[in-house]
């Protein structure tokens, strides 16, 4: 079978959520049209992109089945519109005691797991599912039929929290079913990735060293969560502050590391027997998927792939929603590696992985970088104003929101310093744990989002590197 459409990273999928502040957070609390379209997505992702059959798998083996964040979803959501209206819950009530929490134990140790909601002996059927979901959908939608999802600001809080929080699981979601055997692709065009691959490889720039500046900034939205007052916007407990940081002058590599890089320093530490979790080995003369496979031409002149590196990556598919896709067409993607990988990866290097405060510091740089070379925008500051675009950046060119529904290559970008969410569609790893930060509160909404404070290298994430 053929590709059905040119590789084109700028193509826009029809599901593609905004990426400038005003269209994408013009208010704090998401407006009707906004749900609509996080619920086209959401159905999109859960019921068009693995089978039904599929739901009750268990593609990470320490949480959950599938099955379980259809109804945690509307659940979580349902909660906090009873509390914020005070009127009763959303029938069968008892979705609360099976739905409310799922489960993230600590990796190392299984046993070490926060509180969580009782695991029934059988989930509820799907159809009853999606009912209960329908009707707190309807309930969401009164609330704007009437207005009191603009004039209620803790009834405005609550949709805030749901509609966020929806789109959190987007991610994870989609991060289980690419780690399932049956996840299907979404209803678009199959993108080129042998096109994608050779304009790449064609692009490839050598991933030079910025210095970054030694800044002092603040991190942190000034949410005291009252909602008797004030028309701010929303945060998350680990989101507010605002709180000020001092950060040192240091050297940041432009660009992620790439899938080729990291295949290189495989093979050269002897290590081809610790692949990614979304790599999976090829059995020899199998074929894995209708794209054609690039041959050694496709790396470029800049990269001295030798022959071990060659077969190694020969070998190899990476694990996409449209099915296993050669990684020979995935070099120039960022590499997504746990933890303890990226900072092995990073010491092999000589260099290592830059904190939290360094990492806002690259992203604050570029944005400075932007206003400095924009006549349209250098008379505006990075102090906090109406619009916040001091925090709601313009993600225009980055390969987030649906833009894309694979990652997207990253090499062109060497001669230049990447900044937030400019990753090729990966999050990016810090040195920094998962704690307090300055006058942290646990939200009173919500206590246990961040109050059980758990680090654990159970996320996969793409690995900038400083020094
Ligand atoms: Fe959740």
Known sequence: MKPHSPANPAQLSQYAFPSK?????????????????????????????????????????????LIFYLGHIPTFEDIHLARATREPPTEPGYYQRIFERGIDPDVDDPT????????????????????????VCKRITALYDSGRAWSDRTIGRALWIGFEHEGLHLETFLWMSIL???????????????????????????????????????????????????????AWDNER????????????????????????????????????????????????????????GSHGD?????????????????????????????????????YNDATAYADWEGARIPTLHEARSIHRQVEEEKI??????????????????????DLTGCNVGFQNFHPTPVTQNGNRLCG???????????????????GFKPMDIYPGYSGELITSDSFIDCVCIVH
């Not at 190694?312 to 067409?329: E, R, S, Y």
């Not at 120039?332 to 590696?337: C, E, K, L, R, T």
């Open 420 to 438: 937030q969410s400019d990753m090729g569609g990966a999050y990016e790893w810090t040195s920094s744990l998962f704690e307090p930060q300055p």
């Open 180 to 234: 399932s055997p049956n996840v299907l692709p979404p209803p678009i065009p199959r993108p080129d990735f042998v096109s994608m691959a050779e304009k790449a490889a064609r692009e490839r720039v050598e991933n030079k060293w910025f210095n970054i500046a030694p800044r002092t900034f603040s991190i942190g939205i000034d949410d005291p969560e009252d909602d008797t007052k004030g028309n701010g916007f929303f």
């Open 112 to 135: 070490n797991c926060h509180d969580h909601s009782e695991t029934p002996d059988t989930w509820p059927e799907l159809h009853a599912i999606l009912g209960y979901r329908e009707k």
């Open 241 to 296: 502050g605002p709180y000020d940081v001092s950060a040192h002058g240091f050297e940041a590599q432009a660009r992620p590391v790439s899938i080729g890089e990291y295949a290189t320093y495989l093979v050269k530490t002897s290590q081809t027997d610790r692949i990614p979790l979304s790599w999976t080995r090829r059995d020899a003369g199998s074929a894995y998927c209708s794209d054609e496979i690039v041959s050694n």
């Open 372 to 393: 400095a070379a924009d006549d349209e925008i250098r008379n505006k500051t990075l102090t906090p104003g109406v619009s916040r675009e001091d925090i709601y950046i």
């Open 21 to 65: 502040p005003k269209n994408y957070a013009p208010e704090p609390v998401p407006s009707l049209e906004e749900w609509q379209k996080l619920w086209t997505a959401w159905e999109l992702v859960t019921l068009k992109m693995i089978p039904k059959e599929a739901l009750h798998e268990k593609p990470i083996p320490l949480r959950n089945p």
């Open 302 to 338: 800049d990269v001295d792939v030798d022959v071990d590196v060659q077969k190694f990556i020969d070998g190899l598919t990476i694990k996409t929603v449209f099915g296993p896709v050669p990684l020979n067409l995935a070099l120039d993607w960022p590499v997504y590696i746990s």
